[in-house]
């Protein structure tokens, strides 16, 4: 795959990842605190999100977001953000705001370096390939 630069976020480069596919990349440095994405996507309800969940995990992917209790983001049909890989020791966190999720910056992030963040599905029930020396193995 050859590296671009996100429609999205003129701070991210979308290009081939040593954790998983698709990776997200920081074009220069991005200061921690920095609102770099949002995750986008189809807003379905959240039974539906669990449904297409399920499916997709026996795909080996996650792109459904619970946004709250009543609603879900289904990242599957959304932007760039849907390719920021796990990571049991991330550099970005994401946050739930005025009905939307922002990726953010969890501390300074280097140029060149790739975007991670913790998914925090707490079933641990897939392979983890993040490579952090605190990995758990399993997301």
């Known amino acids: 795959m050859i590296a671009r630069v996100s429609k999205e976020s003129a701070l ?9 596919g698709t990776g997200v990349f920081a074009r220069a440095l991005i200061p921690k605190g920095t609102v770099i994405i949002e995750y986008t996507g189809e807003r379905i309800s959240t039974k539906e999100g669990l449904r297409r969940d399920k499916i997709q995990k026996q795909q080996g992917k996650f792109y459904v977001f619970a946004l709250n209790a009543q609603w879900s983001v289904d990242g599957a049909t959304g932007g760039d953000a849907r390719f920021i890989n796990h990571s049991c020791n991330p550099n970005c ?33 897939m392979p983890c390939n993040c490579g952090a020396k605190n990995c758990f193995g399993k997301m």
């Open 93 to 125: 966190k994401y946050e739930r705001k005025d009905g939307k999720i922002w990726i953010c910056a969890l501390r300074d992030i280097k140029a060149g370096e790739e975007l991670t963040y913790d998914y925090e599905d707490g079933k641990k029930e």
């Open 12 to 20: 991210i480069l979308v290009k081939e990842s040593k954790i998983q």
